[in-house]
């Protein structure tokens, strides 16, 4: 029983330390009109999963196109 605790507890240590920094990654790589990277990277600091699973959510449609795609 101890063993599906650790599990359980390692997950969601996991979903809240990767997914911030996948967003943040995503961030920084991309293009956003203004200020709205700065305010993404914001969010996503300070509200850990919450946002970054908002800007997967509500941010990735606001990135620019890019212009020269690798």
Known sequence: ???VELII???F???IL???LIALVDIF???FEGNSKLIWVIVVIF???VGALLYWLIGR???LADANPV
């Open 9 to 11: 507890v390692l997950f």
């Open 29 to 31: 790589k991309s293009n």
């Open 1 to 3: 029983m101890i063993i």
């Open 47 to 49: 509200l850990s999963a």
């Open 13 to 15: 240590l996991l979903f």
């Open 18 to 20: 990767i997914l911030p």
């Open 61 to 63: 449609k606001q990135k």
